[in-house]
């Protein structure tokens, strides 16, 4: 909800049409300048909290129930990883290591003024195991193998960085 720019007026047009059909319940076919009503949807919304600013319209927020999450402990992380991985590897590789890696990476490569873009996240972590089931028993026939593409992933998701 806070990545959208806001125009010359200090308006922010994506709020506008959606907070139109909110308060209206039905919006306007451009096309065929008809009135579309629109029933039974649910709207599910989310900030980034690193982009732009941290406060949207009160016209529009008023639909919305506010949550914070915050970042996943330790022992989550490695119950979400390790029951993923159990699914599709019979001897599931622990979670734990890749939480080490990502841990490691995070504290050395901090984020500067010129390497701005050292920001980590769950999206990284999830990048490495995404590839990984991705690979076929073709491809992984032996423990060296699977070990040879985790660090290839490894590689790919930071070195991308």
Known sequence: ??????????????Y??????L?????????????RDIHNYQYVACMNPTARNFTIDSRIQRYFAVFAVSFPGQDSLRTIYNSILSQHLPASPNALFTQ???QRVSATFLPTA???HYI????????IFQSILFATGECVKTTKDLVRLY???????????
Do not use: W
């Not at 720019?5 to 308006?11: L, M």
């Not at 308060?23 to 076919?29: G, L």
């Not at 980590?120 to 990048?127: A, E, G, I, K, V």
């Not at 660090?151 to 960085?161: L, N, S």
């Open 16 to 21: 506008t049409v959606l907070r139109q059909y």
């Open 100 to 102: 080490a890696v990502h």
């Open 120 to 127: 980590f996240n769950l999206r990284d972590l999830s990048n």
């Open 151 to 161: 660090v290839h992933e490894a590689e790919r998701v930071y070195d991308d960085e």
């Open 1 to 14: 909800m806070n990545m959208p720019g806001i125009d010359k007026y200090y308006t922010v047009q994506a």
């Open 23 to 35: 308060d209206n319940k039905h919006c306007y076919y451009r096309q065929k300048l008809t009135l």
């Open 114 to 116: 010129i390497k701005f």
